[in-house]
């Protein structure tokens, strides 16, 4: 785990928007970053994923993809993910995670480098 990785979490209302910053957690031979979440009493769930420094578009889970959306800051090592339509299901700690590739970048066992986590509550 890596502190002071991820940062924007807050508490928002329903159908409010919120962007998460993951920063410094990829490296040269870790260019993979994906986000995840985890939710009270679920497991930790993949929301997507993007190759820092590349023109790839993001891998996304279905669950997510027409309200979410993940970008990087050019030229720097920062993962933005960006929340639209917050629901109350949303409600959880955040997550940023690097690993070598992104060619299973849903499964959350293949990436050795965590962020702390960032809270996101959505109040109805």
């Known amino acids: 785990q890596v502190d002071n990785v991820e940062s924007g979490g807050g508490s928002v209302q329903a159908g409010e928007s919120l962007t998460l910053s993951c920063a410094g957690l990829?490296?040269?031979?870790?260019?993979?970053i994906g986000w995840f979440r985890q939710t009270p009493g679920k497991e930790r769930e993949v929301l997507g994923a993007?190759?820092?420094?590349?023109?790839?578009?993001?891998y996304y889970a279905d669950s997510v993809k027409d309200r979410f959306n993940i970008s990087q800051e050019k030229d720097k090592d920062t993962v933005y993910l960006h929340m639209n339509s917050l629901k109350p299901e949303d409600t959880g700690r955040y997550y940023c995670?690097?690993?070598?590739?992104?060619?299973?970048?849903?499964?959350?066992?293949?990436?050795?480098?965590w962020g702390q986590g960032t809270q996101v509550t959505v109040y109805s």
């Open positions: 990829g490296s040269t031979s870790h260019k993979c």
């Open positions: 995670a690097a690993q070598v590739f992104c060619i299973d970048w849903e499964r959350a066992g293949d990436y050795p480098s």
């Open positions: 993007l190759y820092l420094h590349s023109s790839s578009p993001p």
